[in-house]
C-alpha cells in the first residue's frame, strides 16, 4: 500500500472527486488530504520532520479541512502530491498580457518581444515563488520520496469575457489572436524546468480536456454541474476556475497511474 | 619674484594636491561643468564600469532611463543574463566610440550592417550584442525581429535623453572588412566564426576616435537638441589584445587614447563634461588599491570612492542609498499581477474549499 499524502488549495477538491468516485484507494494507493486555503500557505512551517501551521488558528483550520489531522507527519508518507497553490498557467497569461515571445504566431499589439528562453525563465521564475513550490522545498529537505506538483486546470469555457473582472489574466484575447497553444506549449515547457529543477513530477493541465489551448471544455469544471442561474458573478467565476470530478478523474490518472505497480 | 603657478590653489600642485591628501579624500579632483537636475533624463552606455555608473545614479534618485526593462518577476541576476538593467536599453557593452556612433546611425536609419547575425550550435545571435541572448534564438528572423524592436526602444531613449552617461572602454576592435560595422566581441570568442578574409582587427586611433565622436555628437544633437554628456573612461584594463603590443601597453595606449580624447572634447564643448572615474581607480595615488586580485575588476570600495566623488559635485551626497527611483513607471515593476491573481484566487476558492473538504 503506498500512502500519498495530498496537500492543496481548493484545487484538490477536484483531485479528491476523481479518485474517489473511480475507487483509486482501492488500487494500491491509500489518500490522506490536507487542504487549506491558499493565503495561508506561506505561513505553514517545518518543525522537525513535521509541517504545520505558525499559529493556534491556523493548525485549527488545516484540522478542519484535512480529517483532524493538524499537522504533516513527512515520516508517514510514501510519495507526496502537492495541487495548485500557484502552479497555475494564469501566471504566464498575465505575463502575456505586456509580453510575447517568438514561438507566439498572433501579432505582437505593442507588447515587447522576448525570446522563448527569456520568457520561459520568467514565467518559471514567477512560478518558483509559489506556495506549491515553497511547501515542495521543505518536503525535500528531509527526503528524497517522490513529490508531484500538479497545476490548476485551465478555466472552463462558459463564461464570456466581458463577464471576467478586468485582472483577469488575457486568456481570451491570447485565443482570439492565436496564441493560445502557444501558451499552452510554453506553460509545458515551463512545468518540464520546474520538474527538473525540484527533482519532482510536474502535471501541466491535462491536453484531453482543453478547448482552444487555454481553455477547459466546460463539461470538465465545476460551471458544468452547477446551477448559476442567477448566482453571483463571483461564484460563476469560482466555478469556472475549478475542475469537476471528471477533471479530477483525469487528473488522477496522471499523477497515479504511471505504468507501473504502485 | 611673480610666476603663472602663484596664487594656484593646493589642486593645482601635485605635492599639496595629490601627496599630501589621502587617495580616499581627493575631494576637489573633480568640479562640475554643468548641473545634471533630478527631472534630466539619463542614459547610460559604455564598457563594464558604466555600469556601477547607472546603479549608484538610480540608487541617488536620478532618472535613468530603462528602455526596456525586464519583464516582472524575473530577478535582477537573471535579467542581467539577458541584457536587462545593466544599461538604458539592452545593447550589452559599447566599448568602443565607433560601436555607440554606429548604433546610433542605425536606429536613425542610417546604416545597416551587413552581417547582423552570428551563428553557434545551430542557435543564431545577434552579433552587435552577442551576449543578451545567452541560448540564442531559433532563426535569423527572429534576431532580426528582436533588433529592429531594440533599434526602436533605443531611438525612443535617444529622443528624450537629457544627458548621456557614456564610459570609453577601448581602442581595440573587430570590424567587418566589407562595410567596416564595429562588433562588440571578436567572432568565435562567443559565438559567431573568426573568417581573417572578412573580419580584422582594429586599433583606432586619437584622430579615429575624436572624429567620431563628434560625429555622434552631431547626430544625436539633431535628434535631441539639448543633449548633454558626460564622459568616463573605463579603468577597467584591456582583457587582451589582439595587437603586437604586451597587453600592458596595449592598455596604457588604449586608455591614453580614450582619455585625451575625452579631454580634449570637455576642454572643446560647454555641453561635455569629464568626470575623472579613472584617474580615481588607476592613477598613482592608489596604488592599485581599488582593483580586485586579478588587477581588473573594481572594487566595490572604488566604485563607493568614485561615485562618492561624482555626488559631491551632483547633489543627493547624503541621500539614502535605497532611495526608490522617482518615477514610478520607470522603476522595476513589482509583482503586482502576480498578487492580482492571487487574491482573484482567494476570493473564489473558499466556496469550492469548504464543499470538498469541511466536515
Keep these: 500500500m503506498t500512502k500519498v499524502c495530498l496537500i492543496g488549495d481548493s484545487h484538490l477538491g477536484a483531485l479528491k472527486g476523481g479518485i474517489e468516485e473511480n475507487n483509486i484507494s482501492e488500487q494500491g494507493f491509500e489518500m490522506t488530504y490536507f487542504s487549506l486555503h491558499t493565503r495561508h500557505f506561506p505561513a505553514l512551517r517545518l518543525r522537525g520532520r513535521r509541517i504545520e501551521g505558525e499559529a493556534d488558528e491556523l493548525r485549527r483550520e488545516l484540522a478542519m479541512f484535512s480529517g483532524g489531522r493538524d499537522s504533516i507527519a513527512i515520516d508517514d508518507f510514501d510519495e507526496f502530491v502537492i495541487v495548485g497553490h500557484g502552479i497555475y498557467i494564469g501566471y504566464l497569461v498575465d505575463l502575456y498580457r505586456d509580453y510575447c515571445c517568438d514561438h507566439m504566431p498572433g501579432p505582437a499589439r505593442g507588447r515587447y518581444l522576448l525570446s522563448d528562453s527569456c520568457f520561459i525563465t520568467t514565467s518559471q521564475h514567477i512560478l518558483e515563488r509559489s506556495e506549491a513550490i515553497g511547501i515542495g522545498k521543505m518536503i525535500r529537505s528531509i527526503t528524497r520520496k517522490p513529490i508531484t506538483y500538479v497545476a490548476a486546470p485551465n478555466p472552463g469555457a462558459g463564461l464570456a469575457e466581458s463577464e471576467m473582472p478586468e485582472v483577469f489574466p488575457p486568456f481570451y484575447p491570447a485565443v482570439e489572436f492565436g496564441d493560445a497553444e502557444a501558451v499552452a506549449l510554453l506553460f509545458r515547457e515551463v512545468c518540464a524546468a520546474l520538474a527538473t529543477a525540484h527533482d519532482a513530477r510536474v502535471i501541466a493541465p491535462i491536453e484531453d480536456a482543453a478547448e482552444n489551448g487555454l481553455f477547459n471544455r466546460h463539461e470538465f469544471c465545476l460551471l458544468a454541474e452547477r446551477d448559476t442561474e442567477g448566482a453571483p458573478l463571483s461564484d460563476r467565476i469560482g466555478a469556472m476556475l475549478h475542475g469537476n470530478s471528471r477533471y479530477g478523474a483525469m487528473l488522477a490518472r496522471a499523477v497515479l497511474d504511471r505504468g507501473e505497480s504502485p | 619674484m611673480l610666476s603663472p603657478y602663484s596664487g594656484l590653489e593646493s589642486r593645482s600642485f601635485w605635492k599639496t594636491g595629490v601627496v599630501e591628501k589621502h587617495p580616499l579624500e581627493l575631494k576637489d579632483l573633480y568640479i562640475k561643468k554643468f548641473d545634471i537636475g533630478r527631472n534630466d533624463w539619463i542614459a547610460t552606455a559604455g564598457s563594464c564600469f558604466a555600469q556601477h555608473i547607472a546603479n549608484r ?52 536609419g542610417l546604416r545597416a550592417p551587413l552581417i547582423g547575425v552570428w551563428e553557434k550550435n545551430g542557435r543564431f545571435y545577434d552579433a552587435l550584442r552577442p551576449s543578451v541572448e545567452p541560448k540564442g534564438l531559433s532563426s535569423p528572423e527572429a534576431v532580426a525581429a528582436h533588433r529592429s524592436q531594440h533599434l526602436s526602444r533605443v531611438r525612443s531613449m535617444l529622443e528624450r535623453t537629457d544627458l548621456l552617461v557614456f564610459t570609453l572602454g577601448l581602442t581595440e576592435a573587430w570590424i567587418h572588412l566589407a ?23 582594429k586599433n583606432f586611433s586619437y584622430d579615429e576616435v575624436l572624429q567620431d565622436f563628434l560625429e555622434l555628437r552631431t547626430l544625436l544633437k539633431s535628434i535631441k537638441s539639448d543633449i548633454r554628456f558626460m564622459l568616463t573612461v573605463s579603468p577597467v584594463p584591456l582583457t587582451a589584445t589582439a595587437g603586437r603590443e604586451h597587453v600592458l601597453a596595449a592598455t596604457v595606449y588604449s586608455k591614453s587614447v580614450l582619455r585625451a580624447v575625452a579631454g580634449y572634447l570637455a576642454m572643446s564643448f560647454p555641453d561635455i563634461d569629464y568626470f575623472p572615474s579613472y584617474e ?78 469541511a466536515p
Design chain 2, 57 to 108: 545614479l538610480r540608487l541617488r534618485g536620478f532618472q535613468v532611463i530603462d528602455a526596456e526593462p525586464p519583464p516582472p518577476g524575473l530577478d535582477s541576476e537573471t535579467a542581467k543574463q539577458f541584457g536587462f538593467e545593466l544599461y538604458s536599453a539592452r545593447y550589452g557593452n559599447v566599448y568602443t566610440v565607433r560601436q555607440l556612433l554606429q548604433l546610433i546611425q542605425e536606429c536613425s
Design chain 2, 179 to 201: 562595410d567596416g560595422t564595429v562588433y562588440p566581441t571578436a567572432p568565435g570568442t562567443i559565438v559567431g566564426c573568426y573568417d581573417p578574409s572578412s573580419y580584422a582587427f
Design chain 2, 280 to 357: 580615481i581607480i588607476a592613477g598613482a595615488p592608489a596604488r592599485g588599491f581599488f582593483y580586485e586580485n586579478n588587477l581588473r575588476s573594481i572594487s566595490a570600495v572604488g566604485v563607493d570612492v568614485v561615485m562618492r566623488t561624482f555626488f559631491r559635485q551632483h547633489g543627493a551626497a547624503e541621500a539614502p542609498f535605497d532611495s526608490p527611483p522617482s518615477r514610478p513607471d520607470e522603476a522595476r515593476a513589482p509583482n503586482s499581477s502576480v498578487a492580482a491573481i492571487n487574491a482573484l484566487q482567494e476570493v473564489f476558492c473558499d466556496e469550492v474549499l469548504i464543499e470538498a473538504f
